[in-house]
């Protein structure tokens, strides 16, 4: 087997739940060794978060984002147990961390701590609101969405402020994590110095709003919910057809061309109300009246294979298993097998041409303490 593009990088991973955990995992699969620090007994939250469980039962919570990691449990509340965990440290280049602030530093496991006997270390800690004002508030996904504005843009309609149906807040934050962990390796790489990378739910899902956070910031826009609409371009929304919704996203006025064709409704490219996207979206009830009623006419599976083929993006909404099944069609191997576990796995999403991603090691299970 190839070495990994983070071959003999060691990782002392003292983060649980979600963000950290999914960041460190991305390490693992880069070829990384990962040291999950765990409590005695009871180790990750994630471990009792269930069900579902898999065949051995297991949480596959807990297996959704723990593989390529090794288990050590350590009772960080004894002396001999913070002795074992600054052993560990010695031999790392990473530490991640996602305790409440202050928590690592009452324990002496603080970033200025710990570069006294790894100066080279990196030290990625996660927080939810950050180390300042915000230190004391618990970071809990569904709470970062509601008071970051996430829940004020999502929903069905209007007053009906709605999570996104995964911890969406927690994966941005863990891919933020794992991209300042890579930037501060790469800075070490050319001077030898390690450093503290900070990030925190908050500002990841700030970050994240991208448009609809610069409409506010630069027009003064504060967006609400449109359901599955766009608030800057129309086409761009579901329909209903003669069997189940299909999505439309109509990003030019190339694609509006070709949908109004294969819809056989080309008469509205000539009306003012529909010349631009700019006319379209102030037109929205208007045009989306049209089309709607001739989606209604044919199933989506027929709407998917015609507009895709014109060049119009569009597709079924599936479920989850439609979505694995489809991924595999299109030859994207979304499935991988990780050796050790009869769970199947979801795939990293990123090819590496020189140094492939692996799969070398189940999620761990919980051992005696070490």
């Known amino acids: 087997m190839n070495p990994g593009a983070l071959d003999g990088v060691v990782v002392v991973d003292f983060s649980r739940v979600l963000a950290g955990p999914y960041a460190t995992m991305l390490l693992g ?29 297991v949480a596959t919570y807990f297996n959704a984002i723990n593989r390529n ?28 961390e996602n305790f409440r602030p202050g928590t690592m530093e009452r324990l002496g496991l603080g970033y200025d701590d710990l570069r006294r006997i ?31 504005g996430l829940m004020s843009v999502t929903g ?42 900070d990030t925190n739910l908050l500002s990841s899902l700030l970050s994240s709003m991208v448009n609809q956070a610069s409409g506010y910031l630069g027009a003064g826009a504060v967006p609400g919910i449109m359901g599955n609409r766009h608030p800057s371009i129309t086409p761009y929304e579901t329909f209903d057809t003669a069997d189940r919704p299909i999505a439309v996203a ?4 190339k694609q509006f061309a070709a949908i109004t064709a294969e819809l056989g409704v080309p008469e509205i490219l000539s009306d003012s109300r529909f010349g631009s996207n700019a006319d379209r979206v102030a037109h929205r009830e208007a045009l989306c009246g049209i089309l709607g009623q001739v989606f209604r006419t ?15 993006p569009a597709g079924p909404i599936n479920d989850l298993a439609e979505a694995f099944a489809f991924a595999d ?8 097998p990780v050796p050790g576990t009869a769970t199947p796995q979801v795939a990293n999403p990123v090819e590496l041409s020189a140094t492939p991603v692996t799969y070398r090691l189940a999620p761990p299970t919980l051992k005696a303490e070490e």
């Open 29 to 57: 699969d880069y070829g990384a060794e990962v040291i999950k620090v765990e409590r005695p007994d009871v180790g990750d939250d994630t471990r009792a978060w269930g069900p579902p469980y898999d065949s051995q039962g």
């Open 69 to 96: 990691k090794r288990s050590v449990t350590v009772d960080l509340s004894a002396p001999a147990g913070l002795e074992k965990a600054r052993e560990l440290v010695t031999g790392a280049d990473i530490v991640v």
């Open 118 to 148: 790894k100066p080279d270390l990196i030290y990625c800690s996660i927080t939810g609101f950050g180390r300042d004002g915000g230190a004391a508030m618990p970071g809990y996904d569904l709470l970062v969405q509601a008071v970051g």
């Open 156 to 197: 069905p309609a209007p007053g009906s402020p709605t999570k996104v149906g995964v911890a969406l807040v927690d994966v941005l934050t863990g891919l933020h994590a794992l991209s300042g962990i890579l930037a501060a390796l790469h800075h070490r790489d050319r001077t030898g110095e390690g450093q503290r990378v």
């Open 250 to 253: 109509v990003g030019n006025d």
């Open 298 to 312: 044919r199933g989506a599976d027929h709407w998917h294979e015609v507009l895709v083929k014109a060049g119009v």
């Open 329 to 336: 069609r299109l030859g994207l191997r979304p499935v991988v």
